[in-house]
């Protein structure tokens, strides 16, 4: 994959590393995290290195500047949009979450919570409790 530039190849071995790096923790199930550390990393990495051939490209007044550097901006926007998706999945994991607890707790208290208390303190009103649901 060697373009024959030593910046810009040592810069794309550092990014090889640090997508290779992403996948193998997504592999191995690391958390939430760790993987938003690493994407963020590549994320900077990524908008560096670009800067780098950018300045580059200007210093020579490249005939394909304007192109080259509209591939950089389209996969920047990309990788921005992939990091609110993995944000956006942690919040709506944790409200869902939320959700599920606030109903069982509530249901579960009154009903199972409360039978094993009247039970514990011998208040308990047979008639009434037989009719109970369960809420396991
Ligand atoms: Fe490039």
Same mark, same amino acid.
């Given at each position: 994959?060697?373009?024959?530039?030593?910046?810009?190849?040592?810069?794309?071995?550092?990014?090889?590393?640090?997508?290779?790096?992403?996948?193998?923790?997504?592999?191995?199930?690391?958390?939430?995290?760790?993987?938003?550390?690493?994407?963020?990393?590549?994320?900077?990495?990524?908008?560096?290195?670009?800067? !780098?051939?950018? @300045? %580059?490209? =200007?210093?020579?007044?490249?005939? #394909?500047?304007?192109?080259?550097? &509209?591939?950089?901006?389209? $996969?920047?926007? !990309?990788?921005? @949009? %992939?990091? =609110?998706?993995?944000?956006?999945? #942690?919040?709506?994991?944790?409200? &869902?979450?939320?959700?599920? $607890?606030?109903?069982?707790?509530?249901?579960?208290?009154?009903?199972?919570?409360?039978?094993?208390?009247?039970?514990?303190?011998?208040?308990?009103?047979?008639?009434?409790?037989?009719?109970?649901?369960?809420?396991?």
């Amino acid at each position: 994959m060697s373009v024959h530039d030593s910046m810009i190849d040592e810069d794309h071995k550092t990014l090889i590393g640090m997508v290779n790096e992403l996948h193998d923790a997504a592999d191995l199930g690391q958390d939430y995290i760790t993987l938003s550390n690493i994407l963020h990393r590549l994320a900077t990495y990524t908008q560096e290195h670009f800067q !780098r051939e950018e @300045d %580059l490209m =200007k210093s020579i007044a490249y005939p #394909r500047f304007k192109a080259h550097k &509209e591939q950089h901006k389209k $996969l920047l926007e !990309r990788v921005t @949009d %992939l990091q =609110k998706e993995l944000n956006r999945a #942690r919040e709506l994991v944790a409200i &869902e979450t939320a959700e599920l $607890l606030r109903f069982w707790l509530t249901s579960h208290i009154l009903l199972s919570d409360k039978h094993l208390a009247e039970t514990l303190h011998g208040t308990l009103v047979m008639s009434k409790t037989e009719q109970l649901p369960t809420t396991d």
